[in-house]
């Protein structure tokens, strides 16, 4: 299994401010996933981040609001923009591992104030 | 456009006892992946078990087994011996697949999810 250390593990910001979370995986993989989860509902794809191009973004979801940066095949971070009370979720990262298996890091659960 | 359906929104089950979460899946491609998903509380998703498109055997993961239907388009997760710690929000997702420089992968697409409660 694929180790993935997501951090913050949860934070409470204010509104109009920023915050990066961060994906580390103990092994090189190709792509790298960011979800959000918002509150009592089902995980929705944010973007697919390759390492040395820019992600691809889902209908709905714009760089502006979340960049993301994926500087090597083990690291990555999105960056949550200019945050409202609606952007409150748990995000998390995942990983596909040997086409069989797909792992997720341990979940930021944002609040925003 | 691939969707997963999960028609139960809460199941309740005795310690002990067998419980079988739904899933349906719809989707044009014939190569795919179907993923079931713990989620505790604290918010964490773990990985429970994997059904490829073109398995022949329906996959066992300890308690854990897939009831894989490809005619009906379901994958139904099967929980044995129910324990109480089994209850969490499970979720059904499925993956595309497809093949870039040789690696397969592909984002996964997530069903509402059934929330198990487990009664001693």
């Known amino acids: 299994s694929a180790v993935i250390s997501q951090k913050p593990s949860r934070d409470i910001c204010q509104r109009g401010t920023s915050l990066t979370i961060q994906c580390q995986v103990d092994?090189?993989?190709?792509?790298m996933f960011w979800y959000r989860q918002q509150p009592g509902q089902s995980l929705t794809l944010i973007a697919t981040?390759?390492?040395?191009?820019?992600?691809?973004?889902e209908s709905g979801f714009v760089i502006d609001k979340f960049p993301i940066s994926r500087p090597n095949l083990t690291f990555s971070t999105l960056t949550v923009s200019n945050m409202s009370p609606e952007d409150s979720s748990i995000y998390l990262c995942s990983v596909a591992k040997n086409g069989r298996e797909a792992f997720f890091g341990q979940g930021t659960r944002l609040t925003v104030v | 456009a691939q969707k997963i359906t999960q028609t139960q929104p809460g199941m309740f089950v005795q310690e002990k006892e067998a419980v079988t979460l739904d899933c349906t899946y719809d989707?044009?491609?014939?190569?795919?992946?179907l993923f079931w998903y713990k989620q505790p509380s604290s918010g964490e998703m773990i990985f429970l078990i994997y059904q490829g498109s073109y398995d022949e055997q329906n996959a066992t993961e300890g308690r854990y087994s897939l009831n894989f239907q490809k005619a009906r388009k379901s994958a139904n997760l099967v929980i044995s011996a129910s324990q109480l710690g089994d209850s969490a929000m499970y979720f059904c997702a499925m993956r595309e697949d497809f093949n870039a420089g040789g690696t397969s992968y592909g984002k996964l697409t997530f069903g509402q999810g059934t929330i198990l409660t487990v009664h001693p």
């Open positions: 989707t044009s491609d014939q190569s795919y992946g």
């Open positions: 092994s090189q993989v190709t792509m």
């Open positions: 981040a390759n390492q040395g191009s820019e992600a691809t973004y």
